[in-house]
Nanobody, 115 residues
Framework: QVQLVESGGGLVQAGVSLRLSCTASGSISSITSMGWYRQTPGKQRDFVAR???????NYADSVKGRFTISRNSAKNTVYLQMDSLKPEDTAVYYCKANRNWSEYWGQGTQVTVSS
């Protein structure tokens, strides 16, 4: 089992930056990738960014050039640096880890961007 705890969400104005953190614990040795997804009420959970165990990163088109995913392996933590935030970035952000054939999710952290 893998446990994920997100932090760093909040209420900010458009144009500012915010950094989310996701710390993994438990059986983390075989995690192959970690990523961020986001969800608004009544909509599906959408992919935002991902980083693999080898450091390869992928981003949704809507956040390319504004968001950066990174990791600190020593702290078992993945970060999502969000710059130039827009009101449409408002959502609950979830951290996900892939390990073997399983997926693990965090509880989510709310990000609200006001115009």
């Amino acid at each position: 089992q893998v446990q994920l705890v997100e932090s760093g969400g909040g209420l900010v104005q458009a144009g500012v930056s915010l950094r989310l953190s996701c710390t993994a614990s438990g059986s983390i040795s075989s995690i192959t990738s970690m990523g961020w997804y986001r969800q608004t009420p009544g909509k599906q959970r959408d992919f935002v960014a991902r980083i693999t165990s080898t450091g390869t990163t992928n981003y949704a088109d809507s956040v390319k050039g504004r968001f950066t995913i990174s990791r600190n392996s020593a702290k078992n933590t993945v970060y999502l640096q969000m710059d130039s935030l827009k009101p449409e970035d408002t959502a609950v952000y979830y951290c996900k880890a892939n390990r073997n054939w399983s997926e693990y999710w965090g509880q989510g952290t709310q990000v609200t961007v006001s115009s």
